[in-house]
């Protein structure tokens, strides 16, 4: 039989009387699992064969060596499901040129994913950079270079979606740069404002009048 060309064994052993039970419980040990030289596929073939269930074993003759053909031919079998591993190993070896053109798309996918991701953390790193020194100018109330650190940072993340982040950030960070300047020159003008009083209150004559209102 196929099994004892495959292991040189019976599929059975023991006295007769186990024999009889194994062969009524239909226990058939897989050859592969006696051997793991013989391949899963034919095993399975092997093993369809001599089910306990008619129904599950090959109608005919001709079914079995079709079957054995398929797997010579490294095809799909009816005693075995492939495995996706399988499946797709096998449509490699139907289509080689599209499986090569395919393999170049995906490196080429890769190679830009790669590129992309460094250009982002190189983004991220100056961006860090530009935050560190625009809170810098802020705590000198340097208002315009912090303005200007932060109008760089946004402009280096134009339709950046991946580093939403650090656009929102920025964004966050100059509308505070811009309500800290708008807040300092409504202190300078009121400061400028009373100082000029001030020195009205002071002036003596028309002259020194005329010439407060002027400054």
């Known amino acids: 039989t196929l099994y004892h060309l495959l ?15 194994q062969v009524i419980a239909g226990k058939v040990t897989p050859p592969h699992d006696r051997s793991r030289r013989i391949p899963v596929g034919l095993s399975a073939i092997c093993v369809k064969a001599m089910h306990r269930e008619p129904s599950a074993r090959y109608t005919t003759p001709r079914d079995l060596a079709q079957d054995i053909e398929r797997w010579l031919a490294d095809e799909s079998i ?9 499946h797709t190993r096998r449509w490699l070896k139907r289509h ?15 190679s830009l994913m790669a590129a992309r991701i460094r250009e982002a953390n190189r983004l991220r790193a100056i961006a860090a950079t530009d935050f560190v020194h625009a809170e810098e100018r802020l705590a ?19 339709n950046r979606s991946d580093l939403a982040d650090l656009s929102a950030r920025a964004s ?6 811009g309500s800290l300047a708008q807040a300092d020159q409504s202190v300078k003008d009121f400061r400028s404002f009373a100082e000029a009083a001030l020195r009205l209150e002071n ?8 010439e407060t209102l002027s400054s």
């Open 78 to 86: 009816t005693a075995r499901r492939d495995s996706l591993v399988t």
């Open 140 to 158: 000198v109330r340097d208002f315009v270079e912090a303005a200007r650190l932060l109008n760089q940072v946004q402009g280096q993340l134009k």
């Open 96 to 110: 080689p040129a599209l499986a090569t053109t395919l393999a170049l798309l995906a490196l080429v996918s890769l």
């Open 203 to 210: 002036a003596t004559d028309s002259q020194s009048i005329l």
């Open 7 to 21: 292991t040189n064994r019976p599929p059975f052993d023991g006295s007769a009387r186990q024999v009889l039970d």
């Open 172 to 177: 966050e960070l100059s509308k505070r740069v």
